[in-house]
């Protein structure tokens, strides 16, 4: 398994200032996660090659800023709403391809209560369809983030999107999953061989979000796991800028982690 980082560690830092401070950490694994739609203008994201090619960076997902917004966009019952919202995102997918990112990292639905939970799953089902063909078509591959604010929340949703939507690859956030209630192996048993991405950070009982090394988490149980599913890809520490007052806070989190696995 490879070690990365995201740029969302370091919101509010301008994006494009990101990609050094990275480098200077020692990482050369990256997600970049868009904070405005002004980052996907060709001019910017060439840019963006450029630092990342310069500084030994390997772009592997890309997030986008939408994320907030992807149950209405998509997800709606108004056609010509979903229909400008996969235009949108296939600009986002080109996007990802032009970096030389692998995935897109997706939240999906907002989660609003238990009853609606399950309401128009066929819709849903449809919407999942179209998003990862269209990613097919461009070259990289759709994964669904679990996510504590999303109907991702659930794994009995999760469990549905695996079994009707099998082309459907998976990224695992350790904070989203505590955040939500459930332990990280909840949904780690749903996206099995279908994972690609794991968001890692550490938690205790009064913080959900902690730098790794810094809290309660068991990483050895992790990292069995994450072997028994045969994942061999990129672990990402995806933190906020709150959670660390120095970068030298960062660089022990990574020490600690190539330490934990290996």
Known sequence: MRLGISTACFYPQPLEDTIPRIASLGFHLIEIFFNTEREYDPSFLSRLKSLADQNGIQIVSIHPYTSLMEGMLLFSNYDRRTQDGMLQYR???????????????????????????????????????????????????????????????????????AEHVPELCYTLDIKQANRAGQHWSAYLDIFGGRLRN?????????????????????????????????????????????????????????????????
């Not at 089902?125 to 659930?154: F, P």
Request: proline share 1%; hydrophobic share 35%.
């Open 91 to 161: 600009k986002y997918m080109r996007a990802a391809a032009y970096l030389g990112a692998k995935y897109l990292t997706f939240h999906g639905e907002r989660f609003l209560s238990q009853d609606t939970l399950l309401d128009h799953m066929e819709r849903t089902y449809a919407v999942y369809h179209a998003l990862c063909q269209m990613a097919h078509e461009e070259g990289i591959t759709l994964t669904q983030e679990n996510v504590a604010w999303c109907k991702s929340r659930d794994p009995a949703y999760l469990k549905l999107l």
């Open 198 to 262: 794991v968001h890692i950070n550490d938690y205790d009982r009064t913080h959900s979000c902690l730098l790794p090394g810094e809290g309660e988490m068991d990483y050895a149980k992790l990292c069995d796991a994450l072997q028994r599913c045969h994942y061999d890809r990129q672990l990402l520490i995806e933190v906020y800028s709150s959670n660390f007052s120095q970068d030298i806070q960062v660089c022990h989190a990574s020490d600690f982690l190539r330490h934990a696995f290996g």
